[in-house]
Antibody, heavy 115, light 109 residues
Framework: EVQLVESGGGLVKPGGSLRLSCAAS????????MSWVRQAPGKGLEWVGR??????????DYAAPVKGRFTISRDDSKNTLYLQMNSLKIEDTAVYYC??????WGQGTLVTVSS | QTVVTQEPSLTVSPGGTVTLTCASS?????????PNWIQQKPGQAPRALIY???QKHSWTPARFSGSLTGGKAALTLSGVQPEDEAEYYC?????????FGTGTKVTVL
């Protein structure tokens, strides 16, 4: 069974940092392009960024609101995707989902940025 | 900034048909935008329905279909069931970046 499980969410102060993880199972993670998507409370879905597979270059792309503050990485030996979030803002408060090119989705992890 | 626009809300009767559309602020939506359609019910994670304009996942009910029409991507629900009541998002690819649509709330009444 294909499964994605996010973790690492929590409460953080503005300007702080947090790292989210997404554990993958049931498919060949190393071949997958992976994305992070977020959803602020009561709002729609927002694409955060994507990392290609290493065989396709392993490059990343980011949405404008997070570029320069967020970094996506992967550890294929651990079948895990990461989202390093720095300089967090109140408007980064959201449920963060990882997804395999939008086919399979995790259940999400809540990040709350508040003083 | 690219904006992808959907109808805010649509209401359909059980057994009826409804079409949702997805427009891009950059111009006509083509297959090169690889339109995806994603369903989300309250309190649940998103669920993929359609990819690459009209391709269905193994779990996508046959009553859902995707197409391009009038310069927009479209999702048609035929023979709507009560369990189809949900928020629906389209997703377009802009050569490195993805943009979600504003979402359509479908009510089955």
């Amino acid at each position: 069974e294909v499964q994605l499980v996010e973790s690492g969410g929590g409460l953080v102060k503005p300007g702080g940092s947090l790292r989210l993880s997404c554990a993958a199972s049931g498919f060949t993670f190393s071949n997958a392009w992976m994305s992070w998507v977020r959803q602020a409370p009561g709002k729609g879905l927002e694409w955060v960024g994507r990392i290609k597979s290493k065989t396709d270059g392993g490059t990343t792309d980011y949405a404008a609101p997070v570029k320069g503050r967020f970094t996506i990485s992967r550890d294929d030996s651990k079948n895990t995707l990461y989202l390093q979030m720095n300089s967090l803002k109140i408007e980064d408060t959201a449920v963060y989902y990882c997804t395999t090119t939008f086919n399979t989705w995790g259940q999400g992890t809540l990040v709350t940025v508040s003083s | 900034q690219t904006v992808v626009t959907q109808e805010p809300s649509l209401t359909v009767s059980p057994g009826g048909t409804v079409t949702l559309t997805c427009a891009s602020s950059t111009g006509a939506v083509t297959s090169g935008y690889y339109p995806n359609w994603i369903q989300q019910k309250p309190g649940q994670a998103p669920r993929a329905l359609i990819y690459s304009t009209s391709q269905k996942h193994s779990w996508t009910p046959a009553r859902f279909s995707g197409s391009l029409t009038g310069g927009k991507a479209a999702l048609t629900l035929s023979g709507v069931q009560p369990e189809d009541e949900a928020e629906y998002y389209c997703l377009l690819y802009y050569g490195g970046a993805h943009v979600f649509g504003t979402g359509t709330k479908v009510t089955v009444l």
